[in-house]
């Protein structure tokens, strides 16, 4: 008699903007050979297609129904996840910053959370993900099996931001002015606030390395493998 291979895990990272959620996720997924699940990219892929629609942010009933009729895709490759919006590679499109300020801005209303969660949870239901975004925890897989929350204070998360941004042209005070908008959004949104699952275990990243937080997060999964 063989043994049965180990079940595959639902793991959940949650966190506010520069807290360095993707980039522990994506190491994580490869580590384990899982797929990363990137819900921003998702809801940066809808923003995007808004955007080119002429699609107000504010327009709950039109951006539902903008999402109702769109295919978003998230396909791991070696270099990283690429994103598709209705067959079309939108990869580098959706990291830009007046897509992330406007996929905060979709982001807020009910019915497109909603639409969202559902094909997340179509995603990652069969486990072997790693998920990352503002309530996974709480909301899209809310009995994942690891539930991490991932923050760092906000001076030291506006200057990682701005050392990931310089590259694309946008100054040091509009990157921290659009952090701190997007944290307020998140905080404060009725629907699925930004804040940590009662059983998550919250990671202060404030004085850790990447590598530091990895191995972290890491333990974490071990300790959950060996108990099944």
Known sequence: MTDSPPRKLIIAIDGPAGAGKSTIASRLARKLAYVNLESG????????KA???????DDEAALDSL????????EPTLGGNRVTLDSRDVTQRVRETDVSEA????????RVRAWMVARQRELGINGGVVMEGRDIGTKVFPD???????DADPVIREQRRIQQQHSRGASAESMAA???????????????PLKAAPDA???DSTSLSEDEVLQRVEALVEKKLAEN
């Open 103 to 110: 996929a905060s801005r979709v982001s807020v209303h009910p």
């Open 41 to 48: 990219a998702m809801y940066r892929a809808l923003a995007l």
């Open 51 to 57: 955007i080119e629609n002429d699609i107000s942010f």
């Open 178 to 192: 659009e952090l701190r908008e997007r944290d307020r959004r998140d905080r404060t949104r009725a629907n699925s």
């Open 144 to 150: 994942a099996d690891v539930k991490i929350f991932l």
């Open 67 to 74: 999402a109702h009729n769109s295919r978003i895709k998230i």
């Open 201 to 203: 275990v919250v990671l």
